[in-house]
């Protein structure tokens, strides 16, 4: 069983900036390919980013360039940084990790870019 807790959703103005963070509690950490994905009101989930274990990045092309992915294994995070909001960046931000054939959610956090 696999726990995803997300944390630093809230509201920022455009141009703004803000870190998202995804705790897992589970032992394959190490093992696991973690990603963001974002859903906005009558939209489907989609990918922001990903990493996998050896730290390889994937990125939406709606956000490269102003969103970076990382993870820390000592301490079981995933971080998301976004910079140069935008109005259409705003949606629910989901933790997803991905290990051993099964695939785990967080319950998400808001993220609302307005002026």
């Known amino acids: 069983q696999v726990q995803l807790v997300e944390s630093g959703g809230g509201l920022v103005q455009p141009g703004g900036s803000l870190r998202l963070s995804c705790a897992a509690s589970?032992?394959?950490?190490?093992?696991?390919?973690m990603g963001w994905y974002r859903q906005a009101p009558g939209n489907q989930r989609e990918l922001v980013a990903r990493i996998t274990t050896d730290s390889s990045t994937t990125y939406a092309d709606l956000v490269k360039g102003r969103f970076t992915i990382s993870r820390d294994s000592g301490s079981k995070m995933v971080y998301l940084q976004m910079n140069s909001l935008k109005p259409e960046d705003t949606a629910v931000y989901y933790c997803?990790?991905?290990?051993?054939?099964?695939?785990?959610w967080g319950k998400g956090t808001q993220v609302t870019v307005s002026s």
């Open positions: 589970t032992s394959s950490f190490s093992r696991s390919v």
């Open positions: 997803n990790a991905a290990v051993l054939g099964l695939v785990y």
